[in-house]
Protein backbone atom coordinates (compact mmCIF):
# COMPACT_ATOMS: atom_id res chain seq x y z
CA UNK A 1 0.00 0.00 0.00
CA UNK A 2 2.81 2.44 0.47
CA UNK A 3 3.50 2.32 -3.74
CA UNK A 4 -0.01 2.88 -4.16
CA UNK A 5 -0.16 6.01 -1.63
CA UNK A 6 3.16 6.99 -3.36
CA UNK A 7 1.34 7.15 -6.57
CA UNK A 8 -1.58 8.93 -5.51
CA UNK A 9 0.67 11.54 -3.92
CA UNK A 10 2.61 11.56 -7.10
CA UNK A 11 -0.16 11.89 -9.59
CA UNK A 12 -1.24 15.06 -7.53
CA UNK A 13 1.98 16.68 -7.32
CA UNK A 14 2.05 16.39 -11.40
CA UNK A 15 -1.33 18.15 -11.13
CA UNK A 16 -0.43 20.78 -9.27
CA UNK A 17 2.47 21.23 -11.13
CA UNK A 18 1.10 20.82 -14.46
CA UNK A 19 -1.50 23.76 -13.98
CA UNK A 20 -0.22 26.73 -15.19
CA UNK A 21 0.37 29.43 -13.02
CA UNK A 22 -2.45 32.56 -13.36
CA UNK A 23 -0.61 35.50 -14.36
CA UNK A 24 -1.54 38.45 -11.73
CA UNK A 25 -4.34 40.21 -13.78
CA UNK A 26 -3.70 44.14 -14.17
CA UNK A 27 -5.95 46.08 -11.97
CA UNK A 28 -7.56 48.82 -14.07
CA UNK A 29 -7.69 52.32 -11.82
CA UNK A 30 -11.38 52.93 -11.27
CA UNK A 31 -10.96 56.20 -12.48
CA UNK A 32 -11.02 56.89 -16.32
CA UNK A 33 -9.03 59.05 -17.40
CA UNK A 34 -11.60 61.60 -18.33
CA UNK A 35 -12.84 61.46 -14.91
CA UNK A 36 -9.68 62.37 -13.73
CA UNK A 37 -9.79 65.11 -15.64
CA UNK A 38 -12.79 66.09 -14.32
CA UNK A 39 -11.88 66.26 -10.82
CA UNK A 40 -8.28 67.85 -11.52
CA UNK A 41 -11.13 70.81 -13.05
CA UNK A 42 -13.15 70.75 -10.21
CA UNK A 43 -10.39 70.91 -7.61
CA UNK A 44 -8.91 74.14 -9.53
CA UNK A 45 -12.55 75.21 -9.71
CA UNK A 46 -12.44 74.94 -5.82
CA UNK A 47 -9.28 76.25 -5.34
CA UNK A 48 -9.77 79.76 -7.94
CA UNK A 49 -13.57 79.96 -6.32
CA UNK A 50 -12.10 79.81 -2.60
CA UNK A 51 -9.07 82.69 -3.49
CA UNK A 52 -12.03 84.98 -4.98
CA UNK A 53 -14.00 84.76 -1.95
CA UNK A 54 -11.11 85.87 0.27
CA UNK A 55 -9.87 88.55 -2.10
CA UNK A 56 -13.57 89.88 -1.91
CA UNK A 57 -13.88 89.47 1.58
CA UNK A 58 -10.40 91.80 2.10
CA UNK A 59 -11.58 94.41 -0.61
CA UNK A 60 -15.21 94.03 1.70
CA UNK A 61 -13.64 94.79 4.48
CA UNK A 62 -11.08 97.57 3.20
CA UNK A 63 -14.27 99.45 2.16
CA UNK A 64 -16.17 99.10 5.33
CA UNK A 65 -13.01 100.70 6.79
CA UNK A 66 -12.83 103.60 4.42
CA UNK A 67 -16.97 103.82 5.49
CA UNK A 68 -16.23 104.13 8.92
CA UNK A 69 -13.18 107.22 8.46
CA UNK A 70 -15.72 108.88 6.40
CA UNK A 71 -18.64 108.81 8.66
CA UNK A 72 -16.08 110.01 11.57
CA UNK A 73 -15.39 113.00 9.58
CA UNK A 74 -19.06 113.48 8.94
CA UNK A 75 -20.09 113.04 12.41
CA UNK A 76 -16.96 115.88 13.41
CA UNK A 77 -18.09 118.26 10.35
CA UNK A 78 -21.53 117.95 11.78
CA UNK A 79 -20.26 118.44 15.78
CA UNK A 80 -18.95 121.61 13.65
CA UNK A 81 -21.33 123.00 12.12
CA UNK A 82 -23.62 122.93 15.08
CA UNK A 83 -21.24 124.99 17.11
CA UNK A 84 -21.07 127.49 14.58
CA UNK A 85 -24.98 127.55 14.21
CA UNK A 86 -25.07 128.05 17.94
CA UNK A 87 -22.34 130.65 17.31
CA UNK A 88 -24.20 132.30 15.11
CA UNK A 89 -26.97 132.86 16.99
CA UNK A 90 -25.62 133.72 19.75
CA UNK A 91 -23.78 136.68 17.57
CA UNK A 92 -26.97 137.67 15.79
CA UNK A 93 -29.65 138.76 19.16
CA UNK A 94 -30.98 141.75 19.10
CA UNK A 95 -28.81 142.84 22.23
CA UNK A 96 -25.42 142.22 20.56
CA UNK A 97 -26.47 143.84 17.31
CA UNK A 98 -27.66 146.89 19.51
CA UNK A 99 -24.47 146.86 21.45
CA UNK A 100 -22.21 146.49 17.94
CA UNK A 101 -24.34 149.69 16.39
CA UNK A 102 -23.81 151.98 19.64
CA UNK A 103 -20.45 151.33 19.29
CA UNK A 104 -20.20 152.55 15.91
CA UNK A 105 -22.03 155.90 16.18
CA UNK A 106 -25.39 154.59 14.58
CA UNK A 107 -28.57 155.42 15.19
CA UNK A 108 -32.16 153.38 15.32
CA UNK A 109 -34.35 154.86 12.91
CA UNK A 110 -37.75 152.74 13.74
CA UNK A 111 -38.93 153.46 10.33
CA UNK A 112 -36.67 151.94 8.01
CA UNK A 113 -36.30 148.45 10.01
CA UNK A 114 -37.50 145.74 8.18
CA UNK A 115 -37.69 141.65 10.06
CA UNK A 116 -36.22 139.02 8.27
CA UNK A 117 -36.94 135.67 8.71
CA UNK A 118 -35.19 132.51 8.27
Do not use: W
Amino acid sequence: MSNLARKLQQEQQQQTVQVPAKAPEKRHSILTPGEKFLMFVFGVTVCFGATFMVSKQAAIYEVNKEIQLVEGNIQKQQKINSDLENQISELSTYERIKQVTEKLGLTLNENNVKGVEN
